[in-house]
């Protein structure tokens, strides 16, 4: 069963930098949106980065100007450089695809989420 994996997450201290990485498991035909969701605790789930193929990043405005999403269309794999850290980005951050699989059905899949804590 194709899934995300994610990798990159961890403790940094504020105004330092992440990179997190999501690799789709198995041979797909094509990934269409690819994009990272945060949430905090005791907080809703929001979207952080996404980049469709083709297109241009988009960004929430909290995430404009210290990350940026990029994608390896060839390694089916999308990363989200995370730099000037602050405390407040402290959250499970959550990798998202649309994808085509090798028997043409498109699915939605998320993955298992990775921890981030930006120290004070």
């Known amino acids: 069963q194709v899934q995300l994996v994610e990798s990159g997450g961890g403790l940094v201290q504020a105004g330092g930098s992440l990179r997190l990485s999501c690799a789709v498991s198995?041979?797909?035909?094509?990934?269409?949106?690819m994009g990272w969701y945060r949430q905090a605790p005791g907080k809703q789930r929001e979207l952080v980065a996404s980049?469709?193929?083709?297109?241009?990043?988009d960004y929430s405005d909290f995430a404009k100007g210290r990350f940026a999403v990029s994608r390896d269309n060839a390694k089916n794999t999308v990363y989200l450089q995370m730099n000037s850290l602050k405390p407040e980005d402290t959250a499970v951050y959550y990798c998202?695809?649309?994808?085509?699989?090798?028997?043409?059905?498109?699915?939605?899949?998320w993955g298992q989420g990775t921890r981030v804590t930006v120290s004070s």
């Open positions: 198995e041979s797909i035909l094509s990934t269409n949106f």
């Open positions: 980049i469709v193929d083709g297109s241009d990043a």
């Open positions: 998202n695809a649309i994808i085509t699989g090798r028997d043409m059905m498109i699915r939605e899949l």
